[in-house]
């Protein structure tokens, strides 16, 4: 998500302040509004004076602003409040809850992805479950921000979710003892054979300078030797264009890294190498970028960039396909609209809307003992109603040929249990690297 400056936005935001909140406002509004507007103010006073209640300006208002931004697609909205703020804290990496990035689709809360490392991931929620209710409470049908806000709350306490996870006949119960999410945005490791794995786990803030100590890091540990390195980027719903940019930035020398495309002035923008860190910092290591469904927007982008530019190879499962870029646009000291403001694109032109990354090699997560019912019913931007649609009107057998089963990967998550792999994708993403270093794999060209 990218954020823009207030003061850039000041003017925009200055005009949609200006929508009434009372009656005689929206008379004198109407006389030059036009025949549409004509319409929200017939229904507006309709309500006033006939619903059975009576209801206040406020409600209406917001309502009405929410139905205009819902029609658009799943992203764009109105924040205010507690919703602002959680959002201010969400960029931040700091709050109490469970750790989950959730979409409201058709009535239901879907879960995008669980960040790695929370305590909804260390619960085993995983994208694409449905929560349906909360401490026994349905919330289908309900507003998102509540949901949300009923599963923030204190560290150290306890919320039971109903969960409906496709592929299982009946819901069950999971509870998740929140606590202070403390991402790490990005944590490292150094596997055998000198294999260098670095997650990014969300972009927020500084996520380029923390990739760049990590691997200095891991390169510390190799004593100079690293054989190939792992960039992992599975579950992590995005976050910062500039951060995204910053981190491709990383491993590019050269040519382009992202491109947005809008309709206002200033929402196309091209984003190359070069422009935050100087040259590549791995010099030409073998990179392999893993991917999965939950791997959203800004991930997208790093994994496009990386692998237009045959600077890495892609490995996972096609991507979420989240190709838009929102702008928060102020609206006064305490609200503001995050808008859909342009659809980014990667290097070679290829729009990531709707079809997302497609992975060089295809590897199902076989340690997941629900991946063959899950698999099915994968959770995508293309699965969301009213999302943006594809300029190239993608065929829904494109949109999910990773579906398809792999003859060489037929291991049961039982058998690697057994074997002590518990991250299938990883493993075998190490293993490749190992297997070819010393040789071309994922080099700059």
């Known amino acids: 998500m990218k954020l823009a400056p ?37 229904v507006y ?30 992203h764009s909205a109105y924040l205010d409040g507690a919703a602002l703020q959680r959002l201010e804290t969400m960029i931040d990496g700091n709050y109490s809850g469970l750790g989950l990035s959730v979409v409201m689709d058709d009535g239901a809360v879907k879960i995008v992805s ?47 979710l109903t969960i409906f996870r496709p592929g299982r006949d009946e819901p069950f119960d999971v509870s998740v ?3 202070v999410i ?24 500084d996520v380029g300078s923390d990739v760049f100590a990590e691997f200095e890091g891991l390169k ?13 980027l599975r579950r992590n719903p995005g976050g910062s264009l500039d951060e995204a940019v910053a981190l491709s930035d990383l491993f590019l020398s050269r040519g382009r890294i992202v491109s947005q495309r809008g309709r206002a002035q200033g929402e196309s923008l091209f984003y190359d190498a070069e422009s935050v860190f100087r040259g590549d910092m791995a010099q030409g290591l073998p990179i392999i970028v893993l991917i999965d469904e939950g791997s959203a927007s800004a991930s997208e982008i790093v994994a496009g960039a990386l692998q237009d530019h045959r600077r890495a190879v892609v490995m996972g499962q096609t991507s979420f396909g989240k190709g838009s870029v929102q702008t928060l646009l102020p609206l006064g000291r305490e609200a503001a609209l995050k808008l859909t403001t342009a659809r980014y694109y990667t290097p070679s032109g290829h729009s990531v809307q709707e079809g997302g990354i497609t992975p060089d090699i295809q590897v199902p997560q076989l340690s997941d003992p629900d991946l063959a019912k899950r698999s099915k019913m ?14 190239a009107a993608l065929e829904d057998d494109v949109l999910e040929k990773d579906k398809v089963e792999d003859p060489r990967f037929k291991m049961t998550a039982e058998e690697l249990k057994a074997k002590g792999i518990e991250d299938f994708q990883l493993s075998y993403a190490a293993d490749t690297l190992r297997r070819t270093a ?8």
Do not use: C, W
């Open 6 to 42: 207030f003061a850039r936005t000041a003017a925009l935001a200055g005009m949609l302040a200006l929508v009434p909140a009372t009656t005689a406002g929206l008379a004198q509004v109407d006389g030059r509004a036009g025949p549409e507007f004509a319409k929200l103010m017939a």
């Open 45 to 74: 006073q309709r309500v006033k004076a006939s619903y059975v209640e009576p209801v206040d300006d406020d409600t209406l208002i917001k309502g009405a602003i929410d139905g205009m931004l819902a029609a658009l697609d799943p």
């Open 114 to 160: 669980p960040f790695k490392g929370s305590p909804a991931d260390k619960a085993g929620i995983k994208a694409g479950d449905y929560i349906t209710h909360l401490d026994g409470k349905l919330i289908y049908g309900g507003d998102l921000d509540e949901a949300v806000t009923q599963m923030r709350g204190k560290a150290g306490t306890a919320i039971r």
């Open 177 to 179: 003892t929140r606590g």
């Open 182 to 205: 403390e991402l790490e945005p990005v944590t490292s490791e150094l596997l055998d054979g000198n294999i260098g794995h670095i997650s990014v786990n969300e972009f927020s803030r």
């Open 220 to 232: 510390a540990k190799s004593g100079g030797k690293l054989a190939g390195l792992v960039l992992d």
């Open 378 to 391: 994968m959770l995508r931007e293309s699965d969301l109603r009213g999302h943006l649609v594809n300029e």
């Open 438 to 445: 010393g040789h071309a794999l994922a080099r700059s060209k």
